[in-house]
């Protein structure tokens, strides 16, 4: 997976919980991104970086935020989980114009 | 790892046989793409990409043919094996910046033994 981890792999939470999904490259890659995958979707981007404290949204960033304060680590925070947030996430390293990703981590918010 | 039942387009092919899959993609802008695979439990892998500056590119048994009149993308898989059952979908860069893309929704190959 290129380098690529993400912790934890599986978690159950309740609505109204926050949590936090990490992604941790061993490349040295200057851009990452989260995603998440649902039935009848692609991949959906929720936020990038593009640096060390640079962030931006995507197209489903609502309830999501993110964290980017070393080049290795990118945290994905739900600041206070919904069922709507179920789903697998993917973190992905950009290296030129391609993408590659971890190995996924399923959450589920009962 | 980590996969979604994702209720896709299932492409039945069997083992042996050659293998074509299609994307439409949706902008006009895009002059990258790429076709990722993703197996049952893993992430989404990168197989092959191709510019807009070419109509086909091939790898090691697969091959990517692109039409810019018509905005669609396939690719081939030659004397498919078992080990090329996955999920496989598209990608472009939509002209986004910061290297971002948008993924089609993937089809399903099932390999029949």
């Known amino acids: 997976d290129a380098g690529i981890t993400q912790s934890p792999r599986h978690k159950v939470t309740e609505t109204g919980t926050p949590v936090t999904l990490r992604c941790h490259q061993t490349e040295n890659h200057r851009y990452m991104y989260w995603y998440r995958q649902d039935p009848g979707h692609g991949l959906r981007l929720i936020h990038y970086s593009y640096g060390v404290k640079d962030t931006d949204k995507g197209e489903v960033s609502d309830g999501y935020s993110v964290s980017r304060s070393k080049t290795e680590d990118f945290l994905l925070t739900l600041e206070s989980a919904t069922s709507s947030q179920t789903s697998v996430y993917f973190c992905?390293?950009?290296?030129?114009?391609?993408?590659?990703f971890g190995p996924g981590t399923r959450l589920t918010v009962l | 790892g980590e996969s979604v039942g994702l209720h896709l387009p299932t492409l039945s092919v069997q083992e042996g046989d050659n293998s074509i899959i299609n994307c439409a993609y949706s902008?006009?802008?895009?002059?990258?793409f790429i076709w990722y695979k993703q197996e049952s439990g893993k992430g989404p892998q990168f197989i092959i990409d191709?510019?807009?500056?070419?109509d086909k590119r091939q790898g090691q048994r697969v091959t990517v043919l692109l039409n810019k009149t018509v905005k669609h993308l396939s690719l081939q898989i030659a004397a498919t094996q078992p080990g090329d059952s996955a999920v496989y979908f598209c990608a472009e860069n939509g002209g986004y910046g910061n290297n971002r893309l948008a993924f089609g929704k993937g089809n399903q190959v099932v390999v029949i033994p």
């Open positions: 191709i510019r807009s500056n070419m």
């Open positions: 992905a390293i950009g290296l030129g114009n391609e993408q590659f």
């Open positions: 902008n006009s802008a895009s002059d990258y």
